[in-house]
């Protein structure tokens, strides 16, 4: 167990529909980061938090949008979903932000979009 | 272009052979970190070992082990000795800072099968 909660495990919706997904960090952790793994496009970086302010960004589709409250939680917004949007998304947290610190990943979120 | 190319799609050893899974990554940066994460059937990803890169000292944890190569790009991982256990999708990755914060790139992974 990493320490890092996810909710919720599973979630099956449809197309055009809006879900959000939830991510707790280890305690003491200040930084979140999200990743989407699907088939097509493997395990893609989409982006990071840290205390409550956006530090970096990867692929991330303008349907989709986060944010890190200020208890540290975060939340991942997806809206208009395609068959595409279909896959695993994690969520990792770490302490300070920075590539020298490791971060722990949460079991993940799998979406289905039908 | 990959940022970071896992040729091995899939590779199946015989319990207790060695086997490397090979990374070659792409980078401008002069300060960049690599990462070797383990995911079981299970699904859950689990960190291995980070590299920065002024640390070409290869490093033995166990039965892994991590060779990590400035002049090829290269950053392969051996397990010796293999066993059912290690059975997973291995993925290599690289951290690029990006801003304040750092951006994330990672294989396509490669899937080890033990055979016992």
């Known amino acids: 167990d990493s320490g890092v909660t996810q909710t919720p495990k599973h979630l099956i919706t449809a197309t055009g529909q809006r879900v959000t997904l939830r991510c707790s960090p280890r305690?003491?952790?200040?930084?979140v980061y999200w990743y989407q793994q699907s088939l097509d496009q493997g395990l893609q970086f989409l982006i990071q938090y840290y205390n409550g302010e956006e530090r970096a960004k990867g692929n991330i589709l303008e349907r989709f949008s986060a944010q890190q409250f200020p208890d540290l939680h975060s939340e991942l917004n997806l809206s208009s979903l395609e068959l595409g949007d279909s896959a695993l998304y994690f969520c990792?947290?770490?302490?300070?932000?920075?590539?020298?610190?490791?971060?722990?990943f949460g079991p993940g979120t799998r979406l289905t979009v039908l | 272009a990959q940022k970071v190319t896992q040729a091995q799609t899939e590779i199946s050893v015989v319990e207790k052979e060695d086997v490397t899974l090979d990374c070659v990554y792409e980078t401008r940066d002069t300060t960049y970190y690599l990462f070797w994460y383990k995911q079981p059937p299970s699904g859950e990803l689990v960190f291995l070992i980070r590299r920065n890169s002024f640390d070409e000292q290869n490093e033995i944890s166990g039965r892994y082990s991590w060779n990590f190569q400035k002049s090829t790009s290269s950053f392969n991982f051996t397990i010796t000795a293999s066993q059912v256990v290690d059975s997973a999708v291995y993925f290599c990755a690289l951290s690029e800072a990006q801003g304040t914060g750092n951006q994330f790139y990672f294989g396509t992974g490669t899937s080890l099968t033990v055979i016992p």
């Open positions: 305690s003491g952790d200040l930084s």
């Open positions: 990792a947290s770490n302490p300070s932000g920075a590539s020298t610190d490791t971060q722990y």
